[in-house]
């Protein structure tokens, strides 16, 4: 790592930990525990570090936020696609399912499958059953 990664490791080291100098690694003023450290620490630092990005893909590219951002854009996709089709006409057409958020590093083949939604009669057979 200390080869392959050495830019985006001196690059992180420089912008995060400006006391911690990948030199000082190989002349001894930094520990290799001190060291290990930082790689840690920049590790989870999913969208920020260019180490991350660089060992763990493109999946690393966006932070804990980034993704908790997209679930919520897809939860309010999803309560606008279920309000539009609770709320339409007897003869309009039901909407399309709303598409996943994309993210980097994950294709369409990654998305879980598709939701099949009770029809109403089995909706109706269950709740039936649970009152008897």
Not at 16 to 43: A, E, H, M, N, Q
Not at 47 to 63: C, I, Q, T, Y
Request: a neutral charge.
């Amino acid at each position: 790592m200390l080869v392959k990664h050495s830019d985006d490791l001196e690059t992180d080291l420089l912008m995060f930990f400006p006391t911690v100098d990948l030199t000082g690694f190989y002349s001894g003023t930094v520990s290799l525990r001190r060291l290990w450290l930082c790689i840690k620490r920049l590790l989870s630092m999913r969208g920020d570090s260019a180490l991350a990005v660089a060992l763990l893909g493109e999946k690393a590219a966006w932070s804990d936020r980034d993704h908790m951002i997209a679930d919520l854009i897809e939860r309010l996709d999803f309560a606008n696609w279920l309000t539009a089709n609770i709320n339409r006409g007897k003869s309009a057409t039901q909407t399309p399912f709303p598409e996943r958020y994309p993210r980097p590093g994950y294709s369409k083949q990654d998305a879980p499958p598709a939701s099949e939604f009770a029809t109403p009669a089995e909706i109706s057979r269950v709740l039936a059953a649970l009152h008897n």
